[in-house]
Structures are given as C-alpha cells and as structure tokens.
C-alpha cells in the first residue's frame, strides 16, 4: 500500500485480485505499454547460471519462512507481532553472517475515538471514512452527493461531502477535491438513495497518536578483490524489499510472509553469488507499509541523498497467489513523471524528489484500524506515479523470455511506489488471486507454483543487471538510451 495496494485500490477485505476490476485500474491499465522486445544491442548473455538452477529447496524455504511468520500471529504496523516479524527476518539474515543495521522510524496516526454519521436523520456506521484527519475539518453537515460504485463522479467536487457504497469511489474522486467520502453498507447506501433528503451531518472524534517501527537495512557487497579495475559502477547499488507487518488482523502467510521469504533466500542466493555481483544490493524490509508506506518513505527521506546511485528497487509482495507473477508499475495518471524517467540508465534518477506534501509527511495515511483513509488531493498522483525506464523494461521482457513465463504487468502499489513517485526506477514482483488483508491470508491457500515462478523472476532480473560484466562497454546498461 502505501500506500498499500489495498489502501489505493481495494477495501480492506477485498483481495488485490479485485484491482484491476476497479475503473481506476481500467483507466489505467491500457495506459501503460507492454515493455518492448528486447534491443539486439542490449541482448544479454544467458550462458552463466540462470534462475532456473535455483536449487531445490529455494521455494520450500520461502514457504518455511512464511509459515513461521504466519503462525507467529497478526503483525499490523507498530505491533508486537511486527516487532516480532523483524527479529525474526534480521535473526535470519544475522545467521546468515551479514549486518544488520535497524532504522527507526516515529510515525503519527490519527485514531477516531467516536464517529456519529446521520444520514437523513438517520444513524449509520460507516465502512471507511475518506477525510484528512490531519488538517480537514471533522465535523461536516452538508448535502450529500451520492455515488454508487461504478458511477461517474463529476470532474469537480470542491468541498463536496460523497455518500458510496463502495470504497473505491474513494480514489476515483481523490483529485477532485472533495472534503469526505462516506463509504456505508449497501443497504444503507439504498435507503439514503431513495430518502426525500440527502442531509449529511457527521461528527468524528478522536486524537493524533506516536507510533515507532523499524527497517532493516543490510547489504551484500560484491567481492571486488577478485575484480579488474574499472569496477565503476560499482558504488550503484541495487535495492530489493519487502514489507515487514501485515494487514490488521490478518496472519499474513502471503502478504508478506511470501515476499519476506523471497527476500530472505534471495539474500542467501546474493551471499552464494558475490563473486559475479558487480553491484552492492542492499535489502531492505520495510515496517509500517500497510498504513501508508510509512517505511518506505522514511528510509527514502533519511537516504534521499544517496539514492541518486540506486540502480533501481526491486521490491517482492505477495508472491504466492493463484495467478502470476505480475510486475506492478502503476501508470501514471499525469505522464509527468513518466515521460522525465524514461531514458538513460545513466540519467535516472538524477536528482531524487519525495513529492510527498510536507503536512502528510510521517504520518499514517489509513487508520490502523482501518476506520478512515487519507482524502488529499496530491495523493493519488503519488500512488499512480511510475519510473520504469526503458532498460528496466528490457530486462523484465528479457527475464521473462528467458524462463519462459507469462508475465503480465499491473498498476498495484507497494512499498516500491514511495522510491517511483521520488523518481527512483522501482518495480513490484507481485500475484493475484489471493485472500490477503483478511484473517483467510493463511498458509493453505499459497499457490507453491506462483510462488516459484514470481521468486525465479526477481532472481533472473536481479542476476541479468547485477551480474552484467559489460555495463560499463558503451551498449551496456548504464549507457543505454531510449530507443
Ligand atoms: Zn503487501
């Protein structure tokens, strides 16, 4: 999420298969171009050891990992059972033989305390609130507008106060200013509708809480030693990510226990492989992302001025659906972002920007309840910015022609859109078809299948750029242009 895939396009419970059914997705999907087959100049050598030899139990120690974070109990951001969860991932990597430094993060989130919604005099709970906690009013009494999911909001709803039955209405009227979204049941969605008045009154009250969670950081570096000089490229690095918490209540088997097992074996296959990386890749597991992205935009903030030499993110999130992998790079509503990161390995990210407005800054953008989620007019382009420069592009279309796969792309967001919206080339290893964000997240239901595929395609896309000896020949990577 980030903000989260569920915060930006599903409710709660709704699993990350129901996205690209929403019409946000739809409008957006067609936008984003299938990555163009690979350019004779950039074809890369698949002599070396491909991801297909990932040994046996690469995929049996993910579920391993997964299974233990799942039976460990829910791990919401800022819990216990986070707490937990990163012991456990930097247990692991500690065993491994590498430092693990730990970042932490202080974060606010608003918590309502009483919510009374009337609706035409009448009460009502609500499912989710829209509203900006932070710096929006908290009392409203208003004429309602009403509408039903599926419907076509107006371009402009300054200040207006909208009644829906469905929490993606939420994001289909983020830019259009409206002051608050009411998501209500159905039903009461249908009495309201036929109701003689549309009379909004609501009053919620509540209180800004202090919450601290951490990120691990650590890092495997190449062994240069053995190396010629000319290693330049050398203090680029790569990241790979995963999120530490999961979804309230949910036991998180795979969001993210999957992508945090992947992270763990991939560290190990990295540590087995340090005599081929030409590049540092520092992992880093994120707390907090189910609320808003919170750990990824504090590690962005606290190392923005060492970004400018990240080759690109790789984060992994929810690998173990029924339908995969996927890559998730969310097209951008304004090609702003898009058209100034497309180019030269080279040039991106020049300069790194978190476009974040100041005032949501370390702050929670959904409850940790779930009861209201942010309403601020620049957020959706935050959630729907994309850097997925051509070379990037190139060598998915490569991986995946290299192990044969199906890969399809899609707009979901994770922790990796915080380092895309920044202009950091960022993409998110993910599934679909799964029961995530809900107490059915469990260990039963993981597609072992997926889970190998979507771990073999991070691997082959880590391997094909940090393993790339030509990258400072002048048709490498670092070099390329746009074509
Ligand atoms: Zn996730």
């Not at 791990?75 to 930097?90: I, L, Q």
């Not at 599926?150 to 469905?166: F, K, S, Y």
């Not at 180019?343 to 209201?372: F, I, K």
Request: with cysteine; charged share 20%; proline share 6%.
């Amino acid at each position: 999420m980030v903000l989260s895939h569920r915060f930006a396009f599903a409710a709660p419970a709704l699993a990350l298969s129901l996205a690209l059914a929403s019409p946000l997705a739809l409008a957006l999907a067609p936008r984003l171009a299938p990555p163009p087959a690979l350019a004779p100049s950039l074809a890369l050598d698949h002599s070396g050891a491909a991801a297909g030899e990932l040994d046996s139990g690469f995929v049996a120690r993910i579920l391993a990992h997964a299974g233990s974070l799942a039976a460990a109990g829910p791990r919401s951001a800022a819990s216990g059972g986070e707490a937990a969860a990163h012991d456990y991932v930097a247990g692991q990597l500690r065993a491994m033989g590498l430092n693990v430094e730990e970042e932490r993060l202080d974060f606010e989130a608003f918590a309502i305390e009483e919510v009374d919604l009337r609706l035409a005099g009448r009460s009502v709970t609500p499912v989710v609130l829209g509203l900006d906690p932070y710096n929006g009013p908290l009392d409203f009494d208003a004429q309602a507008l009403l509408l039903a999911g599926g419907a076509d909001p107006p371009p402009d709803l300054g200040g207006r106060c909208i009644v829906t039955n469905h929490p993606m209405v939420q994001f289909m009227v983020m830019d259009r200013g409206a002051a608050l979204v009411a998501c209500v049941p159905p039903e009461d969605f249908d009495v309201f509708a036929q109701g003689a008045t549309h009379d909004l009154r609501l009053r919620v009250r509540g209180a800004i809480r202090s919450h601290e969670s951490y990120n691990l950081v650590t890092v495997v570096e190449p062994l240069l030693d053995d190396r010629p000089d000319g290693f330049e490229s050398a203090r680029k690095e790569i990241l790979v990510t995963a999120h530490l918490d999961a979804y309230q209540a949910s036991p998180g088997a795979n969001d993210n226990g999957t992508g945090l097992g992947a992270f763990l074996e991939i560290a190990r296959w990295c540590l087995r492989h340090r005599a081929q990386l030409t590049v540092p890749v520092r992992f880093v597991a994120f707390g907090a992302e189910e609320v808003g992205a919170i750990g990824s935009h504090a590690y962005l903030a606290r190392h923005e001025g060492k970004l400018g030499e990240c080759l690109f993110v790789l984060n992994l999130d929810t690998l173990g659906g029924q339908e995969g992998p996927r890559v998730a790079v969310t097209a951008s509503i304004e090609d702003t972002l898009a058209s100034s990161s497309d180019g030269a390995l080279a040039a991106a990210p020049s300069s790194v920007v978190d476009r974040t407005p100041p005032e949501l800054r370390g702050r929670a953008w959904e409850a940790l309840d779930g009861s209201w989620r942010i309403l601020h007019p620049e957020v959706l382009q935050l959630i729907t910015a994309r850097t997925y420069p051509q070379w990037l592009q190139q060598f998915v279309a490569s991986a995946a022609t290299t192990l044969k796969m199906e890969v399809s792309h899609g707009d979901l967001i994770s922790d990796h859109q915080s380092f895309a919206q920044a202009g950091v080339p960022a993409i998110s290893i993910q599934s679909r078809k799964h029961s995530i964000h809900s107490p059915g997240d469990t260990m039963e239901k993981l597609d072992a299948g997926t889970l190998r595929k979507c771990s073999a395609l991070a691997v082959e896309i880590l391997r094909a750029i940090a393993f790339d000896e030509r990258r400072d020949a002048p048709e490498g990577p670092h070099t390329a242009t746009t074509r």
